[in-house]
């Protein structure tokens, strides 16, 4: 990274910062619920260390409202329901008010069921996917979460935008906090790289090749170039895999079909997948969490590689950071605060 390209930055508390995200999205004819839910997905993604998926995301989710490919007020209507299954059509709806309503009908399904499985068409980008998993996990279920997203990766052995970075969550109950791992299939989200250019910094080598399919650690070459998929041809089959579940099943786009995640001024061809697993219902729950913890115990305590002071659990890297932010606040480039602003002025 380049010091001396680093853009200046100014730093918020997470309720000023939703305070003003929330604005944004009432300016734009949002209900008051819906805004603070869109709000506080996005801060909770810049506390927990995705500025990738933070308010970064606001001046794009407002062309997607402005151009009219989005509805502020939208009617997500449950267009199959059998058992422990439905689908949900979100009416072109932000993502995460269409999320929200689809995490509360797997959980209650789960319940019900002992497994729970919704699926989501036409509704917008759903940022940070552990947002949901870990309240399906908070509620005591298994949580599992995956979107399809346009194409940006090459498959491993290709140098060409066919995959999405297609994510994945998985965030499972234990005696605290749940442990969550939630990840793109690519090497990075390519907010991670849309964020570099923003703050003017180089990309590391590894992340993405350029048009010719060489390696590159410029993000905007990146950009016109590829991805790369996290872990060669595992991280490549996964991501082939996600679509497979979340655009394929959901009705909807798989590969350079799908459309409306980063350019949300086009129609949403993207599809989600909601998966929650009660483990009382397969077994005991309390044995469950004590395998959790032991599992969380053995990892703790495992010998640590030179340059390393703790093994963590997954989804404890996002604790870290957010307790750090909530302290300390949270750095917004100067100029996308600017823009920001603006929204509302
Ligand atoms: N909605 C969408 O379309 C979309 C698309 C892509 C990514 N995303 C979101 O972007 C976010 C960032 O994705 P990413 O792939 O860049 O994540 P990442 O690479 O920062 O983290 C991936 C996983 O690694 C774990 N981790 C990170 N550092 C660790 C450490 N030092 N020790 C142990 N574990 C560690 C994290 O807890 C996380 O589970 C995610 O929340 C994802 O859901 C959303």
Redo the contacts with the bound molecule.
């Keep these: 990274m380049s010091d001396t390209k680093t853009k200046p930055l100014t730093t918020l508390t997470a309720d000023e910062l939703r305070d003003l995200a929330t604005r944004v999205f009432l300016s734009r004819g949002i209900p008051e619920d819906d805004a603070e839910t869109v709000s506080d997905i996005l801060i909770e993604a810049n506390l927990r260390g ?1 500025d ?2 933070g308010v970064i995301r606001i001046p794009r989710w407002v062309v997607g409202l402005d151009s009219g490919a989005l509805k502020p007020v939208c009617s997500p209507e449950v267009i199959h329901d059998k058992g422990g299954t439905a689908m949900i059509h979100g009416d072109q709806g932000l993502g995460p008010v269409v999320a929200r309503q689809a995490t509360s009908m797997v959980l209650g399904k789960a319940k019900e069921f002992g497994i729970g499985l919704v699926c989501v068409r036409k509704a917008s ?6 947002y949901y998993s870990q309240w399906l996990a908070e509620n005591g279920v298994i949580g599992i979460v995956m ?1 399809n ?1 346009e194409s940006g990766v090459a498959p491993f052995g290709s140098r060409q935008q066919i995959l999405g ?1 297609n ?1 994945l ?1 998985i965030a499972v109950p234990s005696d605290g906090d749940p442990y ?5 299939t690519s090497v ?2 390519r ?2 790289i849309v964020n570099a250019l923003e703050r003017g910094e180089d990309i590391p080598l590894g992340w993405a090749v350029d048009e010719d399919g060489n390696p590159t650690t410029d993000p905007q070459a990146a950009l016109n170039g590829a991805l790369l998929p996290a872990g060669g041809p595992k991280g490549s089959g996964l991501a082939i895999m996600v679509d497979l579940l979340t655009g394929a099943l959901a009705g909807e786009a798989v590969g350079t079909g799908v459309k409306g ?1 980063m350019n949300t001024d086009q129609g949403i061809t993207k599809g989600d997948m909601f998966l929650a697993i009660d483990p009382g219902a397969v077994g005991s729950m309390d044995r469950y969490v004590t395998s959790v913890e032991a599992l969380a115990a053995e990892i703790h305590d495992s010998q640590p590689v030179p340059g390393v002071d703790k093994v ?1 659990m ?2 404890e ?2 604790r870290a950071n957010k307790a750090e932010r909530i302290k300390n606040g949270i750095a917004v480039p100067h100029d996308l605060l600017a823009q920001i602003k603006a929204l509302v002025d």
């Design positions: 995705h990738s998926h980008h759903i940022g940070i996917l552990q979107t997203t970075t994510p969550t969550l791992v939630d990840m793109s990075v989200a907010g991670k995640t963590l997954p989804g890297f996002e």
